[in-house]
């Protein structure tokens, strides 16, 4: 974060349907560099803002329009019309003190505790910590669907140890790190997003991970290589889409984390994808609308 005087934040703020709320967190991150604020949900709606660095007028104007049709393309694929947009200009040293008040280490699973730079945490037996900086990152991991996947890989861990994972489409690289910290010897992130890759690289060496933890942009279909356990939290149409590269991707008693997955409609639907390509239904974790999927060979 830099301290020059001239520097300035543009928060922007937008109403956000729960639904896309992950995922528009996550977008606000890659474009930013930067923090993420949620407001809590209430009534299906949460505000969502998004800081930008700008230093000129002209630099100011650009930040809304770059995000603009970004926003449109993802809520038109949940169906909805693009959020409008409040802007507010921020000081360098008002950004620094208008969101880290939120952020505090908290347990994401049992034993694994996420905590921002800013603040000291002495683990306890047992425990096991993620530096992640809403600062450097988006999604650390506050959301259900983030939660619901990591729990379902811990249990994995806790039955017959996987040596080999591939996280596909691994954001802030959350899923690959706390893989790794729950005995991994090798995590394979993809994700087709070159900013999200370089923000989980970032987290990775952040975490001292980074001999552990391979991070690229490469495709899915161009992994020439088989996983003990594959995880994916992302839209229930692209966990569809994937399905068949996941399953090839598979050792025979490998098995699948999916998240990102509504329940009801798009839980059964995936269920019955996979299904058809010989996975069957092993464990699944819900909280609030989310369901995560646990499912093997």
């Not at 700008?54 to 949940?78: D, G, T």
């Not at 990591?150 to 596909?168: A, G, M, N, W, Y």
């Amino acid at each position: 974060m830099s301290t020059c005087s001239q520097i300035q934040w543009l928060k922007i703020s937008f109403p956000c349907p729960e639904i896309v709320l992950e995922a528009a967190g996550d977008l606000l991150g890659v474009l930013s560099g930067s923090a993420v604020e949620q407001s809590p949900v209430k009534d299906g709606l949460s505000t969502v803002s998004g800081f930008f660095q700008f230093s000129s007028e002209e630099e100011q104007e650009e930040i809304p329009k770059r995000l603009e049709p970004e926003l449109a393309e993802l809520f038109a694929a949940y169906n909805l019309p693009s959020p409008p947009l409040a802007c507010a200009v921020l000081a360098d040293e008002d950004w620094a003190t208008s969101w880290q008040q939120f952020f505090t280490p908290f347990a994401i699973v049992p034993g694994l505790i996420i905590k921002p730079s800013w603040e000291n945490y002495t683990a306890q037996h047992g425990e096991q910590v993620l530096e992640i900086d809403p600062g450097m990152a988006f999604g650390t991991g506050q959301h259900a669907s983030t939660k619901l996947a990591l729990s379902l890989i811990q249990s994995c861990f806790q039955t017959h140890r996987p040596e080999k994972i591939l996280d596909v489409g691994t954001g802030t690289g959350i899923l690959a790190m706390a893989a790794a910290l729950f005995g991994a010897k090798r995590v394979i992130a993809v994700d087709n997003d070159p900013e999200a890759v370089q923000v989980a690289e970032e987290n990775i060496a952040c975490n001292n991970l980074s001999e552990m933890i391979a991070v690229s942009v490469t495709a899915l279909a161009e992994i020439n290589d088989n996983f003990d356990l594959i995880c994916a939290n992302i839209l229930h149409d692209v966990l569809v889409e994937m399905a068949p590269d996941i399953s090839q991707r598979l050792t025979d008693n490998g098995r699948v984390v999916l998240a990102g997955i509504l329940q009801g409609e798009q839980e059964e639907n995936i269920i019955q994808v996979y299904s058809r390509l010989g996975l069957s239904l092993r464990q699944k974790a819900y909280e609030e609308e989310w369901v995560a999927l646990l499912l093997s060979r």
